[in-house]
């Protein structure tokens, strides 16, 4: 049976809106959905309550200690045997757990992670921002679908993980961002398989405006250099990419100034592709555009973030919990 896991955090109107879209699903097997109030002072429980004669649903609140810990007490408590964790700012489509049930039963894995893109409904900052998470031009596609670059590690917006592996992996650690991947390789140790569900995406909204998107990619940026200084045989040269971008287009700026102007002339072939993919995909030039925007925030905000941490982590050999409190919850 499966068990949703999903943690909020002050925002009563996404958890409405999440089991809205799972009143619309086309699963009609038994399944439990867990909320868990992570010391939210706005709290959903009275917005749970209003759906308690349509599912199997159940309610906790605890005290605040960050997603990662949440989803652990959520797995504890839960009934089913295969965990299905998803973020509050989620809208389910209404195939999505007949894909996942189908992916397992034809190539069973203990730990899975699905895709995330765009509903319709979505402002235009949020499709560009989803552009600039998903596209195979600024991530590879890793998040939206393309399982080309290494071993797929599952996001926690969208993943699976059977409870057998759970029980055996204790679960997320305490570092928030960085927790599913540090999970995914703890689970590859153990000797589990992970896999895209490339058919069971989810709708991940992202409420965020620009400033808190930069914060959010800029600590993405600072956890990569912790997590490879942990599992050093993970660590991968393309995590080297978003700082290089930022500090080659400073220096071909440097060099156009001279009047060198062929790295600047890559520069804007790059984001011309970005302009011309997103606006076709999107069907917007609007979108087009403020998907450049969102480009730059998300390659600056994590390329300068993963340079401060690999100089405070791998050169100074700072202990990360002193470098970077912000990145780690007290249990």
């Not at 599912?55 to 009934?79: L, Q, T, W």
């Not at 140790?189 to 709708?203: C, D, S």
Request: proline letters at 4%; one cysteine or more.
């Amino acid at each position: 049976m499966f068990s949703l896991i999903i943690p909020i955090y002050n925002r009563p109107e996404e958890i409405k809106e999440l089991l809205e879209s799972l009143l619309l699903s086309d699963y009609k097997k038994e399944y439990e959905i867990v909320i868990i109030e992570d010391g939210s002072k706005i709290d959903c429980k009275e917005v749970v309550s209003q759906y308690a004669d349509k599912f199997s649903i159940s309610y906790y609140f605890k005290e605040n200690s960050g997603p990662g810990d949440s989803r652990n007490y959520g797995m504890k408590v839960a009934k089913g045997d295969y965990f299905i964790i998803l973020d509050s700012d989620c809208l389910i489509p209404s195939n999505y757990l007949s894909e996942v049930e189908k992916e397992l039963e034809s190539d069973y894995v203990d730990c899975f992670g699905g895709s995330d893109a765009a509903h319709e409904s979505f402002s235009k900052i949020q499709k560009a921002i989803n552009f600039t998470m998903t596209s195979f031009l600024t991530t590879g596609g890793i998040r939206g679908g393309s399982e080309k670059i290494g071993k797929f590690q599952p996001r926690s917006f969208n993943m699976g993980i059977s409870k057998k592996a759970f029980e055996e992996s204790k679960g997320f650690g305490n570092i928030h961002p960085g927790e599913d991947p540090d999970l995914s390789i703890r689970l590859w140790k153990l000797g589990y398989k992970t896999r895209l569900f490339p058919n069971a995406f989810v709708y991940h909204k992202r409420r965020i405006d620009w400033n808190k998107f930069s914060i959010q990619v800029n600590k993405f940026g600072k956890a990569r250099p912790i997590l490879d200084s942990w599992y050093p045989e993970y660590s991968k040269i393309t995590f080297w990419f978003p700082s290089l971008f930022v500090m080659g287009l400073i220096f071909s700026v440097i060099l156009l100034i001279f009047g060198y102007k062929l790295p600047a002339l890559l520069y804007a072939f790059y984001y011309l592709m970005i302009l011309v993919f997103s606006t076709i995909q999107n069907k917007s030039l609007e979108i087009g555009l403020l998907s450049l925007i969102a480009v730059n925030r998300q390659f600056f905000g994590y390329g300068l973030g993963y340079l401060k941490s690999f100089l405070k982590i791998k050169v100074l050999k700072q202990q990360p919990e002193k470098a970077f409190p912000e990145l780690f919850f007290k249990r």
